[in-house]
């Protein structure tokens, strides 16, 4: 049957492939839409199977909060390419798939790859479907879901960088001061919390640097562990959020900072997502 130009749009609309690969499928399928949708599909298929051993480093990041800042999403996904990345198609791909984790905040990465993307495809068929008609190496690599009373997303420049935490209460005022922290969080990288949050695998390879390091500088051995738990003390103060300076007023601690906002304010919890 003749293939006209309003079929292949219509099926460029409903997949996002180009206009001759949505010719070639509907010529390829006599005309049968649905077995057109199924040649675009099985073609990501056989590209991901081509590129899954490529390096998929490049991407966007989108931390995004509820409309009533209870709940918030921070999700990753990966792409071989810089061009591909900037490109508005996909950012708009990656920020269907931040609404759709919203709309049913799905608890990890392969419950929200389980869930409808449309009326045709999962969230993970979606994607092998764009992997054909982008033709790289796509990876949702990353994806979290935080609730609380407040819940704060930040987002860098770029979209490579992105955080998300969670506050003891909720308010305007609170709302300013989790984004100055979530920025922080971005900033500084710490590793948890406080020091209660850090494994005691990092607290012993710490003590036993500082150890070493006492050693090295001439120190008596007697000495050393008194001087490796005054490192792991600065480490803790460099390293864990609320012991943290504050990167806009060195002055306060972050947990100082949070007081003078609302007395008894903390973080609860907090994701960090970078591509770098």
Known sequence: MAITASDVNKLRQQTGAGMMDCKNALTE?????EMAVDILRKKGQKIAA?????DAREGLIIAQTSADKKAGVILTLNCETDFVAKNDGYNSLVQSLVDLALNHL???VEALKALPYD???TVDEKITEQIGVIGEKLDLSG???LRGEQVVAYNHPGNQLATLLVLNHGSEAVAEAGRQVAMQVAAMNPIAINKDGVDAR?????????????IQEGKPADMAEKIAM???????QENTLLSQQFVWDNKLTIEQYLNS????LTVLEFKRFSLS
């Open 261 to 264: 906002t609302e007395k008894g």
């Open 106 to 108: 799905p608890e990890s």
């Open 143 to 145: 994806y979290a879901v």
């Open 50 to 54: 081509k590129r899954g051993d490529n």
């Open 202 to 214: 990092t607290i012993e390879r710490e003590i036993e640097i500082g150890k070493e390091l006492a």
């Open 29 to 33: 399928a006599n005309g049968d839409f």
């Open 230 to 236: 005054g490192r792991l003390n600065k480490f803790f």
């Open 119 to 121: 009326d045709r495809l």
